[in-house]
């Protein structure tokens, strides 16, 4: 099973024109993660493995991966703010720019936290459609965290 998201798509999808990363600090290690924690939980073992064998190209690339993309800058944006070296943790500075502020830098990442809930949605819908259709029967929805239990705004809801 290969990763369902390259570090160069990662890239294309959630760091828009403007915003520069090199591909490199995006390692297979945080894209597991992702996978792990924003995706396996909603499709189920049995599609993620079918996902990662390469069935339902057109699905991953709609719905996947735009999913994953965001859940690893999630992630990333506190890596960002420092570096480890031999000399310990450091911030980054340099002629005309300085580190973003906590207000600055908490009102980016609960933005990111707020597009990676609506495509969290919009993945599960999209589940919903496809499994109406037929297109996609290694797809079970008792194995969806979503149809059993949500956070919203603090609130634990068990549906």
């Not at 599609?47 to 965001?70: I, R, S, W």
């Not at 079970?140 to 059993?148: A, G, W």
Request: proline letters at 6%.
């Amino acid at each position: 099973m290969q990763r369902l998201i390259t570090p160069e798509r990662v890239v294309e999808l959630a760091f828009p024109e403007g915003e520069f990363l090199p591909r490199e600090r995006i390692s297979e290690t945080q894209i597991l993660m992702a996978e792990e924690r924003y995706l396996l939980p909603i499709v189920g073992q049995t599609l993620f493995e079918a996902l990662g064998d390469g069935e339902y190209a057109e699905f991953c690339k709609e719905y996947v991966e735009p999913l994953l993309a965001y859940g690893v800058k999630y992630h990333l944006l506190p890596e960002l703010r420092v570096y480890v070296g031999a000399c310990g943790v450091a911030e980054p500075s340099g002629v005309g720019w300085r580190s973003a502020s906590e207000e600055s830098f908490s009102a980016l990442r609960e933005g990111v936290k707020s597009q990676l809930k609506s495509l969290r949605r919009r993945l599960n819908r999209a589940l919903g459609r496809e499994l109406e259709a037929g297109r996609l029967p290694l797809y079970d929805p008792k194995e969806n965290i979503l149809k059993h239990c949500r956070i919203d705004g603090g609130l634990v809801q068990m549906l």
